[in-house]
């Protein structure tokens, strides 16, 4: 019980998956339940949340006309228009929604999805808008649309302040960082390393791996191939382990990784694990985590994940990456879109396996001191309680 009654969360998420805004969202519900909170989940689409949602006892209600701005549907005239289109009837329907679920407040768990805001103004309800996304790549349109997000809004949660940043005017806008179970990824370590590299043949093997959706430039996978060419040229080897794959209309980006490592030569030491429901196995199996971003992180959940697991991680200076990551202690940053110092950061940890375990011990304390879950859902709920006055 929160105060003298339970909290009534209506929750709305921009996808099924389980990457990481979804994985988020996974764990609040948990957290929620956990202090008996009722939450009403509402996703566009089925998919593998739904059920993992269902089995920590939330309702979930799919809804196809959810207005969700995509990076494809900004880029072309008839994509904006349907945008655009879609919008009213969205409002329409969540605004039926949160009279039936009359909740205590709505939370709009990414900054892409457009008609909760509203409906939640016009209802008079309380409206949380976390903001996870980097949005100075959209230009002009961010200005407008950042108020927007604030002028509908309670409180905005930024997970970083690279995210905060974004906004002009920081009113009404509260820094929460996204936290992880640390006891969750180290306990089981050693026994799901052992099955990993036995299964994958991984034995006597230094393995980097990266970890999240392919996205040319977004997420940089590319980078890491130009890198391991050039490591491979200096007669240095590892196998590299590509956990993920590319969104829904974005398929030709791993069509184009694959096309680049084959080029490259490098065919035999790449491994394609593809998405998975538990990165915990993966991150064991591996020796170093990075994140070659070549456009700013908002922030990292698969970084303080690693972290946790004891991995240290190379990462690009852009945005998140570098609130979590301490240069030189729990890993190692390179100039974003660089191939040769990124190259020269893992020629140094692939050939020294003791400042490997020094940086993954130290990161993996950080992670307990400055990240840890329940902090971070404590620190969401500190606003709940604000925002819906209990």
């Known amino acids: 019980m929160i105060g003298r009654r339970s909290l009534r969360v209506l929750l709305i998420n921009n996808s099924a998956d389980l990457y990481g805004a979804s994985r988020a969202l996974l764990q609040l519900v948990c957290f929620l339940r956990s202090v008996d909170a009722d939450v009403v989940v509402v996703l566009p689409e089925d998919g593998p949340l739904r059920p993992a949602l269902e089995a920590q006892g939330s309702e979930v209600r799919i809804d196809a006309t959810l207005s ?25 329907r969540m605004r039926r929604l949160i009279r039936e679920c009359r909740p205590d407040l709505v939370h709009t768990n990414t900054g892409v999805i457009l008609s909760p805001a509203l409906a939640a103004r016009i209802t008079r309800v309380p409206h949380v808008w976390h903001i996870r ?9 961010w200005r407008p649309y950042s108020r927007y997000v604030q ?10 302040e690279t995210v905060a940043r974004q906004f ?3 009113d009404r806008v509260e820094i929460v960082c996204d936290g992880v179970d640390r006891d969750e990824f180290a306990d089981s370590k050693h026994l799901l390393r052992e099955e990993f590299r036995a299964r994958h043949k991984l034995e006597g093997c230094v393995v980097v791996g990266v970890v999240g959706r392919i996205k040319f430039v977004r997420k940089g996978q590319e980078y890491l191939v130009h890198a391991a060419r050039a490591l491979r040229s200096r007669g240095v080897n590892a196998v590299y382990l590509v956990v ?43 020796d170093v985590l990075v994140v070659p971003s070549g456009q700013p992180e908002p922030f990292g959940l698969v970084t303080l994940e690693a972290m946790a697991m004891g991995l240290p991680v190379v990462g690009s200076d852009a ?7 301490v240069h030189r202690e729990t890993g190692l940053l390179f100039p974003a879109r660089d191939v040769k110092a990124l190259a020269d950061s893992l020629e140094l940890l692939i050939g020294d396996a003791t400042l490997r375990q020094r940086m993954g011990t130290a990161g ?17 709920l500190r606003v709940y309680r604000a925002v819906a006055g209990l």
């Not at 701005?69 to 009837?89: E, M, N, Q, W, Y």
């Not at 996304?133 to 349109?141: K, L, P, S, V, Y």
């Not at 084959?262 to 491994?271: A, I, M, S, V």
């Open 68 to 92: 969700i701005v995509t990076r494809g549907g900004l880029s072309t005239i008839g994509g904006l228009a349907k945008l655009i289109a879609r919008f009213p009837r969205s409002v329409v």
């Open 133 to 141: 996304d980097w949005f100075q790549e959209f230009g002009a349109i």
């Open 151 to 160: 002028w509908g809004s309670s409180a905005v949660i930024c997970i970083s």
């Open 364 to 380: 993996s304390a950080r992670v307990e001191e400055h990240f840890g879950l329940q902090r971070s859902k404590e620190g969401i």
């Open 244 to 286: 993920g794959r590319a969104a829904p209309g974005n398929e030709d980006h791993e069509e184009r990784l694959r096309r680049m490592v084959n080029e490259c030569g490098l065919g035999d030491c790449f491994l394609w694990l593809g998405e998975t429901t538990d990165p915990r196995p993966a991150y064991a199996g591996m």
């Open 319 to 325: 945005g998140g990456t570098a609130e979590i990551v």
């Open 168 to 170: 002009r005017h920081r």
